[in-house]
């Protein structure tokens, strides 16, 4: 059995081949309990497929996904109990419910974040209030805390978002390309939201924007054909030849 040593997620050897063709090969990463990441590359890389295998959705065809002190294996676990296991993700489209204010959307999120039936007995405490309004000044959303979510920017119903799956308290955080559709304004409050995110728990960010994976100030891994192609600084990977050859350079 692989030791994780100090690692919160660590996967290694991973393969997984859809019709004949392999979109992860041999795939090792791992991460650490309060670090930051960004995975970049080509399109059709493997990125979305990584974060697909670690919550559940898609099952590797071999390799190890080991979460956490006690090295539970992954592999097999169906996504609501992985999500339970303290991984969550956020996904392009944003799931919050329109009628309802900023307010109401987190204090949900943080109900369901004590499981189903505290939802049914449900009356918010004193301590959930403080909980709603520390989470809406985390993600920016403080002054439009009793807005409508339907009437926010495209950017803040991504905070909105970010701030439902903080309200889980999740150990690691994957986001897949946040700053799409964002104005510059946007991507900065995102990238800010994220680097204090990642101050407790670990964030892995796939990202295109080069400017954006800058202000995230984080070790790179740089992905293609399903293999680390090349990992360390910005710096570091935007001057690897290869990478300059299947990214940078298109
Ligand atoms: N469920 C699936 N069934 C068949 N092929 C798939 C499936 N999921 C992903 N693929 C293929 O696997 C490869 C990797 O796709 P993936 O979406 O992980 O790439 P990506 O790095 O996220 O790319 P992008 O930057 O465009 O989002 C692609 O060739 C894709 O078509
Ligand atoms: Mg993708």
């Known amino acids: 059995m692989t030791e994780l040593k100090g690692q919160l997620l660590e996967v290694s050897g991973v393969s997984v081949t859809f019709d004949g063709f392999r979109a992860i090969n041999n795939l090792s990463f791992s991460i650490g309990p309060a670090e930051m990441r960004a995975i970049i590359g080509p399109n059709g890389a493997g990125k979305t497929t990584f974060m697909d295998i670690v919550t559940g959705k898609t099952r590797p065809d071999e390799g190890h996904v080991l979460w956490g002190e006690k090295s539970i294996n992954l592999i097999g676990m169906n996504e609501a109990r992985i999500a339970q296991a303290g991984i969550g993700r956020k ?64 950017g803040q119903k991504q905070w909105l978002e970010i701030g439902m799956l903080l309200a889980q308290e999740p150990r690691l955080l994957l986001v897949d390309e946040p700053a799409a559709g964002m104005t510059l304004a946007e991507r900065e409050q995102t990238t800010d939201i994220l680097v204090e995110a990642a101050k407790t728990r670990a964030v892995v960010v ?13 070790k790179v891994t740089v992905l293609h054909e399903g293999s680390v192609l090349a990992e360390g600084s910005l710096d570091h990977v935007t001057a690897n030849q290869q990478v300059i050859d299947v990214y940078l350079g298109r």
């Open 91 to 154: 996904f392009q489209r944003p799931t919050v419910f329109e009628d309802q204010s900023v307010y109401d959307n987190l204090l949900m999120a943080v109900k369901n974040a004590r499981g189903p039936f505290s939802v049914l007995l449900y009356r918010p405490s004193f301590k959930d209030r403080g909980r709603v309004e520390q989470l809406a000044s985390e993600i920016g959303l403080a002054e439009e805390i009793h807005r409508k979510s339907g009437e926010l920017s495209h």
């Open 206 to 218: 796939v990202e295109h924007d080069m400017e954006f994976v800058r202000r995230l100030n984080c």
